[in-house]
């Protein structure tokens, strides 16, 4: 789920499959995972990202907000081809940290599926179908204003970055991504 103050760069497409992977619109049904999402986030993440002393948002908020349309246009659920789990999301959107043009590179994965590549091989996709539509591509400056404080730290996204930009995408996950991007 994004922050209602979150707009969309571009509509993103029905879906985008990878070889391990399915990213696909939003749907209510995906708001419980969301809502874990949020309860794993850290005391590092700004307040109006976490959920607050109220319990909120409840998983019935976050489902409101899809079938509302708040969530669904530049963001895609993340969704394991093997086991059709649901595992976070993925995706472009627009936060008034830069230019109006400048998409932003979101994505936030469960804890349990981290180090697997999941995140590496999701916004590869995004950033391929961003360049074939036509979207100006997503900036290292931008990616790091969006991304959690966690994320930018254990992921090195300027590395990140240029390893899926570089196509230094494999199967052993985020990490071996983020050697190939150093030679």
């Known amino acids: 789920m994004t922050d209602d103050r979150d707009v969309p760069t571009a509509v993103a497409p029905d879906i985008l499959v990878t070889d391990r ?7 209510a049904g995906d708001a419980d995972v969301f809502h874990r999402l949020w309860t794993e986030r850290d005391e590092r993440v700004p307040p109006h990202r976490r959920i607050d002393a109220g319990g909120h948002p409840t998983a019935e908020d976050i489902a409101a907000g899809i079938r509302a349309g708040h969530e669904t246009a530049g963001l895609l659920t993340v969704v394991r081809k093997d086991t059709g789990d649901v595992i976070g ?9 830069g230019a109006p043009d400048e998409p932003e590179l979101a994505f936030e994965l469960l804890s349990a599926v981290h180090n697997q590549g999941y995140a590496t091989e999701a916004a590869g996709a995004v950033v391929a179908w961003a360049s074939e539509a036509g979207c100006r591509e997503p900036t290292k400056k931008a990616a790091i204003n969006r991304a959690m404080i966690e994320f930018q ?12 930009r570089a196509g230094i995408v494999d199967d052993q996950g985020d990490e071996n991504a983020m050697r190939g991007a150093r030679r």
Do not use: E, P, T
């Not at 992977?21 to 749907?27: E, V």
């Not at 730290?153 to 899926?164: I, N, P």
């Open 89 to 97: 999301y993925c995706g472009l959107v627009s936060h008034g940290n």
């Open 153 to 164: 730290r254990r992921l090195h996204l300027d590395r990140y970055f240029d390893a899926v």
């Open 21 to 27: 992977l399915i990213l696909r619109r939003q749907r």
